[in-house]
């Protein structure tokens, strides 16, 4: 009975993994069959498919291919291997090999350039002339795959180096040979024999499989798109009661991030794969398995972008995992004393020891070694969490070291000019600088200095010890302000580094990093936060809710203070239009953008509030109530 076109099975999705020895390309194909599922199948090694593979191992593998093996027999045996393999079909829609035809005609050179000292060109041909019988087939075969090839490096010469460097052992045969099989590989890429070509460099294997995805979706939905891509793991480790889940809690509420148990990912990964027992198995896959259950939580909930899991009970397992993810991940060891962990315990000292002894049989204690990060716990809950914030906000705020501006280039009236300079001179020309950075801030940064109406705000970053000395200095030099009040903010780099900064500072430590303020000076080699936009933005709020407190302050009073209320309602302006996605450095700017949007203009009234009291109050009126507004809630029906 025949069978019509549109009933015909449809053939698997056949994806053949090249490229030379160490590359990885069994790894790669085992996390990708793992993450596919039941529908991929794997095609199995070459010599399943060709009875004389027995003889050949008894023999000798590499005596048969180098020695004993006439070259007419090798291609012979490779050849129908490939060619059976490829005729064998697969019960899956997705099959994967390693080694795809293509690399049938380049370890076919290489074997005949080391056996008949010849070059990679006249080795090709001979090769070539060999296979001359196979060829139709082969052609046929080779149309049936996407080909993806898997390098080392641009360079055959440290691609070699890098596949030879995994080996315990090398004779000067096999080097030979990895030699002239990366040429080989290398003329075949350049024939573009293969679909895709990806160079894996320094990129660790998450990194790779990602790109794999990335470059396999579009040829079949079966494989899924990414692989953990952007996601910032954090795995914390420590003995029993050292304050793990106290640190995963903390992340989770105050840094979003996703809070996850190892012991369940294994597991359901583990079941998933049909494996029994995850805690028998070698570490190596134990760890696979991690990645596996981390992988599929991660692109069920892809609004996640961070994770942390706990807890790290093995060494093996631990450094399979950072080989696996490289940067992505942070190890995060919380090291506490067992006096202190004893006091936490709620189930008696006999639990602990107990859970010790487990955690310590399998590695707990030496996963310390491996760590990125070691805490030191046995302070108090405050120290913990400054910890933490240091540690969740290096991943989302990159250090960048300031550029800086020249004194004069701010605008600004001839004596502020020389003061900053003098202040300068004093805090940066001795060795070390008393001071990291000074920056001018709000209007003298913007060319908006106002005689008689602005301060002069300075943003400095010094240590504490640097206090006394900064203190006196200011106090010699406070004649030469001309009575212009000086609003100075003074933090360390560890406050700026943990965020323990009010949300004025923080959008201070947000415009520096992105060079809209450029500092005056700042010392070589100084690298600061760069708090990202949503991060600043949402801060914000906490200055809106403390301009709204303090209008209604001024509002009270008899006489409300003329500057500080403008200023004030100004700010209030700025914070609204900021979750707008408006940024306003000026005063003036902010409330004629809000009051266009809110109220249609009132340009004469945000004129007359800088000298008109009953003006100044009708406005902050009217920005408070655009505040409020935002407040409303929805009367409720009975």
């Known amino acids: 009975m025949s069978i019509s076109p549109e009933h015909a099975p449809t053939p698997p999705a056949t994806i053949a993994f090249s490229g030379p020895d160490n590359v990885g390309k069994t790894k790669q194909i085992g996390i990708l069959a793992r993450r596919i599922g039941p529908t991929a199948r794997m095609a199995g090694p070459l010599d399943d498919y060709d009875p004389r593979w027995g003889g050949i191992k008894a023999m000798g593998m590499g005596t048969w291919w180098f020695e004993r093996g006439p070259v007419e027999e090798v291609a012979d045996v490779l050849a129908s291997s490939y060619l059976e393999r490829s005729r064998t079909s697969a019960a899956g829609p997705v099959r994967l090999m390693d080694r795809g035809i293509p690399m049938l005609e380049a370890s076919l050179g290489a074997t005949i350039a080391v056996r008949e000292h010849t070059g990679t060109e006249l080795a090709a041909d001979r090769a070539r002339e060999l296979l001359a019988p196979f060829a139709a087939d082969l052609r046929a075969a080779e149309a049936q795959e996407h080909g993806i090839v898997l390098l080392h490096d641009d360079d055959p010469v440290i691609g070699t180096a890098r596949s030879l460097s995994h080996e315990r052992s090398v004779t000067p045969t096999y080097a030979d040979y990895q030699c002239h099989l990366h040429q080989q590989i290398y003329r075949l890429v350049r024939e573009d024999r293969w679909a895709e070509t990806i160079v894996i460099g320094e990129h ?64 359901d990964a583990a079941n998933r794969a049909g494996i029994t027992d995850p805690y028998e198995i070698p570490a190596v896959v134990r760890a696979e398995l991690l990645v596996d259950g981390l992988d599929r939580f991660c692109a069920a ?43 936490r315990g709620t189930a008696g000292p006999e639990d602990l020891v107990e859970r010790d002894t487990v955690k310590a049989r399998r590695g707990a204690a030496e996963v310390a070694a491996l760590a990125h990060e070691v805490i030191d716990n046995n302070g108090s809950r405050l120290h913990l969490e400054r910890r933490l914030d240091g540690i969740a906000l290096a991943h989302r705020w ?12 701010l605008g600004l009236p001839v004596h502020l000019e020389s003061y900053l300079s003098a202040l300068l001179d004093v805090t940066t020309v001795q060795q070390p600088p008393l001071i990291d950075l000074l920056a001018v801030t709000g209007s003298g940064a913007r060319g908006k200095y106002q005689h008689g109406w602005s301060d002069l705000d300075v943003f400095v970053v010094a240590g504490q010890d640097s206090i006394p000395c900064l203190r006196q200095v200011l106090a010699r030099l406070e004649a030469d302000l001309g009575g212009v009040k000086l609003g100075l903010t003074v933090l360390t ?146």
Request: charged share 25%; hydrophobic share 40%; net charge neutral.
């Open 204 to 267: 660790r294997v998450m990194a790779v499989q990602d790109e794999i995805r990335r470059r396999l979706h579009p040829f079949t939905p079966l494989v899924p798109p990414r692989a953990l891509p952007g996601v910032r793991v954090v795995a914390l480790g420590g003995m029993s009661e050292s304050g793990k889940s106290t640190a995963g809690e903390y992340l989770r509420l105050h840094h979003g991030y996703g809070r996850l148990k190892i012991g369940y990912l294994i597991e």
């Open 301 to 343: 909930h892809h609004f996640l972008d961070r994770v942390t899991i706990e807890s790290l009970h093995d060494q093996e397992a631990t450094a399979e995992l950072q080989r696996m993810l490289g940067s992505q991940l942070a190890i995060v060891y919380l090291d506490t004393t067992p006096g202190v962990r004893a006091e």
């Open 398 to 409: 990159p250090l960048r070291e300031p550029s800086t501006a020249p004194v004069n280039a």
């Open 493 to 638: 780099q560890d406050e700026c580094r943990t965020g323990a900064v009010t949300s004025r500072l923080l959008h201070v430590l947000a415009l520096i990093g992105s060079g809209t303020l450029v500092p005056l000076w700042c010392r070589p080699g100084l690298a600061l936060p760069a708090p990202d936009a949503a991060t600043d933005v949402a801060a914000s709020v906490e200055a809106g809710v403390q301009a709204a407190i303090e209008i209604r302050r001024q509002l009270l009073k008899g006489a409300p203070d003329l500057r500080a209320l403008y200023k004030i309602t100004a700010l209030l302006a700025k914070v609204m239009l900021r979750f707008e996605g408006t940024e306003c450095a000026s005063d003036d700017d902010a409330l004629a953008v809000l009051l266009d949007r809110r109220s249609g203009g009132h340009t004469d009234l945000r004129h007359q509030a800088r000298e008109n009291r009953d003006a100044a109050v009708e406005l902050a009126n009217t920005v408070l109530g655009h505040w409020l507004a935002t407040f409303a809630l929805p009367t409720s029906r009975t």
